[in-house]
């Protein structure tokens, strides 16, 4: 057996630390192989190289497995500073000098761009694709002394009875649940939807794979149990499916008394304040909405599957039961117009008592049909390198002016958070005055009896 040596190379809070899982999922499915697995988070230990140096040392890894979280922060407004390759790129290059190791790169970002990404890195091996079979398989190979390609794909997708529990580091779940106050799990993967911008299909499938409803509540229950965490993230694609699955996990949460209290990402669709009331008695207290775009012409555009009507029903069934909602919008996409943008800016006033997160431009991905769309519409030429931000602006608008019509629209509103750096800038004075969690859901009033309605500013 291998003595492998896992490193979490994110280190962006954006918009807040998160616990890296699929790391763990690996390094459980690595120990269950019977590896001997060592797990170290850059993030966790401040970025100290030294640390790093002497835990590779000590440990004598025969394998360095990275894990690449994203590739940038997919906001038009960043700076290269947010460009994380660069800073991987340094991580192996110090990995080099301490250890003569095979390093082995893998995670959502690689498995987006890998061939442009493993010559980038100059990492020796890659993995693309669901780690929990793929990367015990190729240690074993390497171990061997096999031939190795430079990439190895994950096989079939896997059931979710496969899909591998992740081995957790209390000294890591101590760090996020102090600094963010949350912790991730996954009740499913895939996504069977088709919003033209969007790598879920492309790297988890084109159908939702849920895991057992016993398996995520063990999860849930051990989290409490070990680690006394009380608050989690799903991290699903999509958490409410439209076969109905996560309803059936949230009945058996509440059936086991859990109390803990969880977000996810939503689609705003078919949420009504019957299937709320549910979520809340397992633990929901917040919503963050994919919602997209603002006009039925741009949700068209994006090929969302829903109209404007339908987001404006679950945002008042979210009010009448006091559920925060954050949701966030993109301008600029295919079909905008500056008639749309007014459209959307005027439907988005009507979403009352949450949250707006909005972006400009759209970061143009392989994989997505936005890429075609780009190139149709010669935002790009075919062939282009995606590894460096490019975003789709739609021929039909100016960014400048459309930017600044969201400015005007959203001035004053502290529930309206427009370039997205100003949400962190907020999030950050938050933070510092002990708020944790994923907290723009404190930004939000509900009307109580009694009390006069107005508009958060």
């Given amino acids: 057996m291998s003595r492998v040596f896992l490193i979490s190379s994110n280190i962006s809070t954006d918009p807040y630390p998160v616990y890296p899982l699929g790391m763990a999922i690996v390094a459980g499915a690595l120990d269950g192989a ?114 190795v390609e430079a990439i190895t794909c994950g096989s079939q997708p896997l059931q979710g009875h496969e899909m591998g529990q992740p081995l957790l580091v209390p000294e890591f779940v101590d760090y996020y649940q102090q600094h963010s106050g949350l912790i991730n799990l996954q009740t499913k993967r895939g996504c069977p939807f088709k919003c033209v911008y969007c790598t879920y299909p492309g790297l988890e499938g084109h159908r939702f794979r849920p895991r057992p409803v016993d398996a995520v509540v063990e999860d849930l229950a051990r989290l409490k149990r070990d680690h006394a965490t009380s608050t989690v993230f799903f ?72 109209g404007f009507d339908e987001v404006l029903a679950c945002q008042q069934a979210a009010i009448a039961e ?27 006033a009507k979403l009352e008592h949450c949250v707006v997160f909005a972006f400009s431009g759209i970061r143009i991905l392989p994989k997505s049909r936005l890429l075609e769309r780009a190139i149709a519409d010669n935002v790009i030429e075919p062939g282009a390198s995606l590894i460096k931000p490019i975003y789709y602006f739609s021929p039909h608008i100016q960014v400048e002016p459309m930017n600044q019509m969201i400015l005007d629209s959203f001035n004053g509103r502290r529930d ?23 907290l723009w859901d404190h930004l939000i009033r509900f009307d109580t009896p009694g009390r006069r309605r107005r508009r958060a500013r």
Avoid at 422 to 438: L, P, R
């Fill in 34 to 147: 019977g590896h001997e697995v060592r797990q170290f988070d850059f993030l966790v230990y401040d970025q100290d190289c030294r640390r790093l140096q002497g835990d590779l040392e000590a440990f004598n890894a025969d394998v360095v497995c990275l894990s690449l979280r994203n590739i940038d922060n997919v906001d038009s407004f960043s700076s290269d500073k947010n460009w994380y390759l660069t800073d991987a790129k340094r991580l192996i290059e110090t990995i080099r000098t301490i250890s003569s190791a095979p390093v082995v790169v893998g995670g959502p970002a690689f498995s987006i761009l890998p061939e442009e990404i493993l010559s980038y890195l100059g990492a020796d091996y890659g993995v693309v694709g669901e780690g929990e079979q793929a990367v015990p398989t190729l240690i074993d190979r390497i171990s061997r002394g096999e031939k």
């Fill in 235 to 306: 991290t699903d694609s999509i958490f409410n499916d439209p076969q109905g699955l996560y309803l059936e996990l949230a009945e058996e949460m509440v059936r086991r008394e859990l109390d803990i209290r969880w977000c996810a990402f939503f689609r705003p669709q078919g949420l009504n304040r019957e299937v709320l009331q549910l979520l809340k008695r397992a633990g929901l207290y917040a919503m963050e909405m994919g919602t997209d775009a603002a006009s039925d012409t741009t949700l068209a555009g994006l090929d969302k599957g829903f």
């Fill in 322 to 348: 006091q559920v925060p909602c954050a949701h966030f919008i993109m301008f600029g996409g295919p079909n905008e117009t500056p008639e749309t943008v007014a459209e959307g800016l005027s439907n988005i």
């Fill in 416 to 438: 309206r958070i427009f370039p997205p750096s100003d949400g962190q800038e907020k999030m950050a004075v938050m933070n510092n005055f002990g708020f944790k969690g994923i």
